[in-house]
């Protein structure tokens, strides 16, 4: 495994610097990367998406477990030291993982071509939670485990009725099990980040709440309606209604558990179907 001291003199040689822009804050903890990697679910010979590989500290461990690596790396300069490192041992596709913030790139998707995969990757702030709303409503989406800001980890695990239960928090676990694995202060990146991490686990449920080709329609149900979250449900969706059993109109967004939302948005496309030829 990289040391910190190879990172920079990987770096160095190639007269590289950590990009801020591009959230390049690496994972250089040795038990939290081994932890992340055995957490995660993968097996030998599995799929496995990294979006964000840095200099390859946890690519290695990942095919040092015999996964089948699809590494996603914006960062031009990077992506070919990561080319050089990994040859074909890899498959590197370089661009941007989630150029449209509501799907994977083209050739993400060729790379992954249908089959069942994990993600396992110490993800860029800026692009944690989109990407991980887009892979929740993918066919063979399996889970794994990411690192994220302290605050998505919070949203990504928030029950009903707190403070970080959101759009995210519905949406995923409507077809996830979320596991909160470690929690990582700022010396176990370099450059330490300004905020506290957290590693996190997803978990397939046996029985998703939503089917990943309705999730789509779904979170943009749950987001709209959380956009008005300080408002109750019969001012956002109209009174005189008869909501589904256990909702009532004066219960606002955020008391609503993942299962009555899936029962809400159910409800909602029964009371306004889409007109023909919308």
Sequence with gaps: MQTLGEIKALLAGRGLRPRHRFGQNFLIEPVHLRTLVDRSGVAAGEVV???????????????????????????RDLASLVADRFGDRITLVVGDALPSKRTLSPPLIESIGGRPFRIVANLPYAIASPLLAVLAGMDGFLGGGVTVQREVADRLAARPGTRAYGPLSVVVQSRFAVERLAELPPGCFWPPPEVNSAMVGLRPLETPLVGASELDAFGRFVSEVFGRRRKQLGTILGRGRDLPDGIESDMRPERLAVAQWVDLQRWRAAQDPPQAGT
């Design 49 to 75: 998406l990294e979006v964000g590989p840095g200099t390859g500290v946890l690519t290695d461990l990942l095919v040092e477990a015999g996964t089948e690596v699809i590494a996603c790396e914006i960062d």
